[in-house]
């Protein structure tokens, strides 16, 4: 008997709407393979909804989408509404009251697509960040004292625990275990600081002993940096904190090509509460409506969802369709050196998924 999957889609702002369509056609197409079906139910929150009511998505929003099985988001920002409302007011929320723990972002550099940095063979970057999603610098403790006054203070504290660290760290080795190079490197400032990052470290060594198997490296954020352009080649899975491991995975997806490439997952490993998916570039102003976003991060987000709700055959199609359109040189946006629109370079996806045994789109 198929099974029936609910999913919340939040298309949000700018060109969310437009790579999100591809990405639910692409599903469509790769559905059947693992004889499934799924049930959309949009939700219109985002800065346009903040503009009509003040807030980005109704009180009730996260009670509203406890009930889907998974949550795929486009993009969410505007150049008139200031990023800590769009962030605070509907991504944060979400991964917190669902203790998406995990937020998970690939990089890897298909054949096809050229790096900006010189001589990187096809497939030679291949890694995964794992970065800590609930706690961390994004945590938003602390406040204002005096504000807009001369003497304006703000204390901005980050917040670490020994089970949140433990838990996306044990995570990031468990990745590990799956992959040829099984080696796991940990992303600190704890010369710096010497609180949260000392005990991230103490945390690290300690789940580090549960995987003897699993190689190690420890390397402060500002030599990561470095390292990711000098030798991105020799990382497989690093695993960070909330903003180290924002910053790096904009980097890597650079690295690789593109940010139209950056797909990620933000997980609740026990399955308790939905996933969310989202392409991890923003919503793009400039470009929206012109047709040339490209949707292929979306698209390999999709392809991550199908995989955390146990798709294989899905997901396998997905990213098998998206690599082969790459290195055949098939459709692509403007950012990968092409001339197709977002909707050709989606429908040549879906088509080459029907090739395979998928469904027509």
């Known amino acids: 008997m198929p099974r029936t999957f609910n999913i919340a889609v939040i298309h949000g702002d700018g060109i969310g709407p437009e790579v999100t369509r591809e990405a639910i056609r692409s599903v469509e197409a790769a559905a059947v393979l693992d004889d499934a079906t799924f049930q959309w139910q949009s939700y219109p929150w985002g800065t346009d909804h903040y503009f009509e009511h003040g807030c980005m998505a109704p009180t009730d929003f996260l009670d509203t989408l406890a009930g889907h099985d998974a949550i795929l988001l486009g993009a969410v920002g505007h150049p008139e509404v200031q990023d800590h409302i769009t962030l605070n007011g509907l991504l944060l929320p979400i991964r917190r009251r669902f203790d998406q723990c995990v937020c998970l972002r690939p990089s890897y550099l298909y054949d096809g697509v050229e790096s900006p940095l010189r001589d990187k063979p096809p497939g030679s970057i291949d890694l995964q960040v794992f970065r800590e999603n609930t706690e961390g610098e994004y945590a938003n403790v602390g406040g204002r004292l005096y504000a807009d006054r001369p003497h304006?203070?703000?204390v901005q504290t980050s917040v670490f625990?020994?089970?949140?660290?433990?838990?996306?760290?044990?995570?990031?080795?468990?990745?590990?275990?799956?992959?040829?190079?099984?080696?796991?490197?940990s992303i600190t400032k704890s010369n710096a600081q010497g609180y949260g990052m000392v005990l991230w470290d103490e945390a690290f060594?300690?789940?580090?002993?549960?995987?003897?198997?699993?190689?190690?490296?420890?390397?402060?954020?500002?030599?990561?940096?470095?390292?990711?352009?000098?030798?991105?080649?020799?990382?497989?899975?690093?695993v960070a904190s909330n903003l180290f491991g924002d910053i790096l995975t904009d980097l890597a997806a650079i690295v690789v090509g593109s940010m139209g490439l950056a797909s990620s997952a933000n997980i609740d490993p026990t399955r308790t509460h939905p996933s969310m998916f989202e392409p991890v570039h923003g919503s793009a102003p400039d470009i929206v409506g012109q047709g040339i976003a490209n949707p292929l991060a979306a698209i390999l987000s999709a392809a991550l969802m199908l995989e955390h709700l146990e798709l294989p055959r899905a997901a396998a199609a997905i990213n098998d369709a998206v690599k082969n359109q790459l290195a055949e040189r098939g459709p692509r946006t403007p950012d990968l050196g092409g001339e197709s629109t977002t909707e050709q370079t989606g429908e040549a996806i879906a088509a080459r998924i029907a090739a395979t045994g998928g469904a027509n789109s």
Not at 161 to 185: D, L
Not at 215 to 232: G, K, N, Y
Request: hydrophobic share 45%; aromatic share 6%.
């Open 152 to 154: 304006d203070v703000a």
């Open 205 to 238: 060594q300690e789940v580090a002993a549960d995987f003897p198997g699993i190689e190690t490296e420890s390397l402060l954020i500002d030599r990561a940096v470095m390292e990711f352009v000098r030798r991105p080649e020799s990382f497989d899975v690093v």
């Open 161 to 185: 625990t020994r089970h949140g660290c433990q838990r996306i760290i044990r995570a990031a080795f468990e990745k590990a275990t799956t992959r040829p190079a099984r080696h796991v490197a």
